[in-house]
Antibody
Framework: EVQLVESGGGLVQPGGSLRLSCVAS????????MHWVRQAPGKGLVWVSR????????IYADSVKGRFTISRDNAKNTLYLEMTSLRAEDTAVYFC???????????WGQGTLVTVSS | DIVMTQSPDSLAVSLGERATISCKSS????????????LTWYQQKPGQPPKLLIY???TRESGVPDRFSGSGSGTDFTLTISSLQAEDVAVYYC?????????FGQGTKLEIK
C-alpha cells in the first residue's frame, strides 16, 4: 500500500522556520519526482515546489522562492521542505504528492498544518 | 504563468442529474510532441487530500466510476458527472501539468440540490 506521511507542522511566529518531512512507502520513492502543494484554510490548492528523482533539479513558486528549500533523502525515503522567514500568508495545510509523469499527482499525503501567527 | 479559471464556483445538482464543470486555461496545455493535454481533474472531499480523477483531459484514472468523464482540448475543458451520486459531493479542481508553476483552478464546490 502506498503511503505518504507528512510531519513537522505546527505553530510558528512570523519570521520563524520549520522543516516539514514526508516519509514515503509502498512505491519506489527514488524513482519518483515529488511536489509540495499547500492549501490555506478554506481555500484552494496552490503548487509550492518540485524536485526531481535525485534532487539535482528543484523549482519553486514565486511566493516561496528564496525562503523555502525542497530536498530529499532517497536512502530514507523522505522528502523535506525547509521553510524560513515564514509569513502569515504561509499558513496552510502542506501536502506532499508523488508524480506519475506526465499525468499528475497519483498519491498524496494527508497533509500537515502550518500556522504562522504571533 | 498559466491561469486556470473554473466555472461555476459552486453548483447544486439533484441526485441522478448531470453536473458539468468548466475549466479554461490562459494558454494552451496541449503538448505537441505527444498530442496530449496536460490537464488533470482532482476531487477533494472535506478533510481529505485530493484524488486523481481524470488525466490528459479525458483519461479516467483506474477505479474511477465511469459516470465521470472529461473532455476538451487546448484551453477549454469540461468535467461531467453523468448521474450525480451522494458520494460525489466534493470540491473539484482542474490542474495544468504543462509548465511550472503548475497552477490549479480555484475549485468548484458541488452539492446536492
Amino acid at each position: 500500500e502506498v503511503q505518504l506521511v507528512e510531519s513537522g507542522g505546527g505553530l510558528v511566529q512570523p519570521g520563524g522556520s520549520l522543516r516539514l518531512s514526508c516519509v514515503a512507502s509502498g512505491f519506489t520513492f527514488s524513482s519518483s519526482w515529488m511536489h509540495w502543494v499547500r492549501q490555506a484554510p478554506g481555500k484552494g490548492l496552490v503548487w509550492v515546489s518540485r524536485i526531481n528523482t535525485d534532487g539535482s533539479s528543484t523549482i519553486y513558486a514565486d511566493s516561496v522562492k528564496g525562503r523555502f528549500t525542497i530536498s530529499r533523502d532517497n536512502a530514507k525515503n523522505t522528502l523535506y521542505l525547509e521553510m524560513t522567514s515564514l509569513r502569515a500568508e504561509d499558513t496552510a495545510v502542506y501536502f506532499c504528492a508523488s508524480v506519475r509523469i506526465p499525468v499528475g499527482y497519483d498519491y498524496w499525503g494527508q497533509g500537515t498544518l502550518v500556522t504562522v501567527s504571533s | 504563468d498559466i491561469v486556470m479559471t473554473q466555472s461555476p464556483d459552486s453548483l447544486a445538482v439533484s441526485l441522478g442529474e448531470r453536473a458539468t464543470i468548466s475549466c479554461k486555461s490562459s494558454q494552451s496545455v496541449l503538448y505537441s510532441s505527444n498530442n496530449k493535454n496536460y490537464l488533470t481533474w482532482y476531487q477533494q472531499k472535506p478533510g481529505q487530500p485530493p484524488k486523481l480523477l481524470i488525466y490528459w483531459a479525458s483519461t479516467r484514472e483506474s477505479g474511477v466510476p465511469d459516470r465521470f468523464s472529461g473532455s476538451g482540448s487546448g484551453t477549454d475543458f469540461t468535467l461531467t458527472i453523468s448521474s450525480l451520486q451522494a458520494e460525489d459531493v466534493a470540491v473539484y479542481y482542474c490542474h495544468q501539468f504543462y509548465s511550472a508553476p503548475y497552477t490549479f483552478g480555484q475549485g468548484t464546490k458541488l452539492e446536492i440540490k
